[in-house]
């Protein structure tokens, strides 16, 4: 895991970042979450009991899921965060570390794992996922999110570190590729997918016109040039 202190990032920064964000309908790492959280959303199709890993400050089960889902962070502040923030929720947020075992004796039908692989060794992402590959029901799925580092992201990240309070550079460590993720994430059942596209610039202005651009852009060059990977492993 990258040496990184993750204290120094506010608790709720990024749930503060998407709120505003969503409120005054501009921003571009408000529309980058926004556009994450519905493209897995979508992604989860239909599911009666889902786990969210690392995260965080609650932000993708306290506004876009329900009760069906479980949050685990390894942070007690973020927990806690998330619990005062989304208390319709409340219980359904835990402190854990998923490397010291599984939550509880259940399967899920979706497992969420968003925007942490990066972060990790590529040995811990394998331990991990096998891991989290055990706690699936028959039918079940993983689901990632991570940059896309073949595509326009390194440029990307050099911009978000400069407007923002975190350098992302020393937080991602390991920079996955379609082409790494085909060789490296060893499961019968992978499909990558791209998403985001430059279209996500116009998000300093509106976000509306921006999932727009977005979907058009889709069509046209079908993500050739995207930031972002969306990648599923089905059970079954």
């Not at 509306?208 to 852009?217: G, M, R």
């Amino acid at each position: 895991m990258t040496n990184f202190d993750y204290s120094k990032i506010p608790i709720g920064y990024y749930d503060q970042v998407l709120t505003e964000g969503l409120k005054n309908k501009r921003g571009l790492q408000s529309c980058w979450h926004h556009i994450k959280f519905k493209y897995v959303k979508n992604a989860m199709e239909e599911y009666e009991s889902h786990l969210d890993i690392a995260c965080g400050p609650g932000t993708f089960i306290g506004t876009y899921l329900d009760s069906r889902s479980v949050g685990i962070d390894i942070s007690s502040e973020q927990i806690q965060y998330a619990k005062k923030t989304y208390s319709k929720y409340k219980k359904n947020f835990i402190c854990h570390d998923i490397t010291k075992g599984v939550l509880q004796d259940k399967q899920y039908d979706v497992i969420t794992l968003l925007e942490f692989i990066e972060h990790i060794t590529p040995e811990e992402v394998n331990i991990l996922l096998k891991t989290l590959y055990e706690m699936l029901d028959q039918k079940g799925k993983i689901i990632i999110t991570t940059p896309n580092y073949k595509g326009l992201w390194p440029f990307l990240e050099k911009l978000v570190s400069l407007i923002g309070p975190v350098d992302y550079k020393y937080q991602h460590i390991n920079k996955y590729t379609v082409k790494r993720i085909k060789e490296e994430i060893n499961f019968k059942n992978v499909s990558v997918k791209k998403y985001i596209n430059f279209g996500i610039f116009t998000s300093f202005f509106n976000h509306n016109v921006t999932l727009k651009f977005e979907k058009y852009l889709t069509k046209i060059i079908n993500c050739f040039f995207s930031y972002s990977l969306l990648i599923i492993i089905n059970k079954n």
